[in-house]
């Protein structure tokens, strides 16, 4: 077994990952890869013990006391947000170990709580589900900063720039 939380070499991807489920691990749990866009992407071991279902464009995060890239969408059981997931994920499909690519680096759309993010501001993981921007005293929380406009509560979703490596 690997160190907890060691930084594997990074590879490089002809394409960005699609979020498809692997049943049998491929790559290195934590394997960094980037695309030649400069997005990075990382392959991670899927907490399916949680109720808390995937879907894109939705924060995901390091679960506590986890010894490796185990990787939860349930906020109240994550460490910290480490990227967004790029595909849906019925948790509760699976009894075993599955992997799969998050993004966690460049230009991604995410999922927001609301339609009230503007440009610039920095943005914290704040539900299950969605980014927000964050309150005075959560600079510590901040995985990401809005690049366009939420829009209307109906369209919540933003483009971010992702900084969790």
Known sequence: MGQIYSFPGFMS???????SIDDTQI?????LAFTADG???????IDYSDAVDWA???????KQDATNY?????????LMPCG?????????????????????????????ADGNITGGQPLIW??????????????????AHAVTHTGTASANS????????
């Open 13 to 19: 991807l002809d394409a960005a990952p699609d979020g």
């Open 56 to 62: 894109a464009g939705h924060p995901v995060g390091l």
């Open 126 to 143: 704040s539900a299950d589900g969605a980014c927000d921007h964050f309150a005075d005293g959560g600079e510590e929380l901040v995985f």
């Open 84 to 112: 967004v997931a790029l595909g849906t994920v019925d948790v509760s499909a699976y009894s075993a170990s599955v992997w799969t690519w998050i993004q966690v680096s460049g230009i991604a759309t995410c999922t927001a």
């Open 39 to 45: 997005n990075g992407y990382r392959y991670i071991e």
């Open 70 to 78: 185990v990787v939860t969408a349930d906020q109240s059981d994550s």
């Open 158 to 165: 933003t483009y971010v720039l992702l900084h969790t490596l």
């Open 27 to 31: 790559y290195k749990n934590g394997q």
